[in-house]
């Protein structure tokens, strides 16, 4: 997801609580680690700063970082912090802290980008594709619970934003039920697929990729499948000396579930299919021949 977004995951969260019970230093703490929590993961973008991690991007961010391993070792850090800035050292500060890191790895997990859930284990990338990177659903379920927080006096406001909170997991179990659901129907036509959703709920495109094609289709839950566009991809070519020269698309192929290699006269490379729009994908590496 954006930053953004995680933002309002965090702040949103911290509105669930009952706080009306809460000292003003666990009160500071509990909103530290909600919003630190579900940020803290993104931390990895610093090793854009050398040449190495600039190459690396593509594996390193969301990978270690985003790993459920490390989520705990993330929130034991973040109630340290608070007890060392706020004095307070109550459980529930872990326990935010781990459900905001949970909450950062697991919404990740469930866009084409992908996380490395299972990092230093498997360096298998997990891309369920079954929500876009910004999520209307997720900010109009967000504004409403504190547009209600704020304006109905008659429930506690964090009634409004646990009601929030149920919109957001109705919505996920809906969009990725629907994934599961192209999968079944369509994987078998492919030796390899990924789904993508659209920006509009319910909406998704899904790529098979079989015998040095892939095929784009849009699947939408009420006009059901239709062919977009058929890619060619020269999968007999040698790569080796495109990794050579191009470190970065030696990344992106292990990065991706699939690719499309581009062999012709002018250039020889790869891109992810799931990020291709009129005619390009802004995820490619080429050199020139």
Sequence with gaps: MDTITHA?????LYGVIDKRAFQPELKKSVLAAAIVGSQIPDIDVISSLTETGKIMSQMWHRGLTHSVFLAPVWALLIWWLCRMLFKSKDALIYKISLVAVLIHIGTDALNSWGT?????????????????????VFWVAILAGW???????RWP???????????????????????????????????????????????????????G?????????????????????????DLKLLFEKNPRAEVLYAWSPFVVVVNNEQVLGIYDPRFYRNGNSFLAEYIEK
């Design 8 to 12: 309002l995951f965090g702040l949103t």
């Design 116 to 136: 490395g859930l299972l990092e230093p284990f498997s360096s298998v990338r997990v891309s369920i594709g079954a929500i876009p990177i910004v999520d209307v």
């Design 147 to 153: 547009l209600c927080a704020f304006f109905i006096k």
């Design 157 to 211: 406001s964090h009634y409004m934003l646990r009601a929030a909170w149920a919109v957001m997991a109705i919505h996920i179990l809906a969009q990725t039920a629907q994934v599961y659901a192209i999968h079944r129907e369509m994987g078998a036509q492919f030796e390899e697929m990924a789904v993508s959703a659209s920006f509009i709920p319910g909406q998704f495109q899904a790529f098979g990729k079989l015998q």
């Design 213 to 237: 094609k892939v095929e784009i289709f849009a699947v939408s839950l009420f006009s059901g499948v239709s062919h977009v566009e058929t890619l060619p991809s020269d999968d007999d070519a």
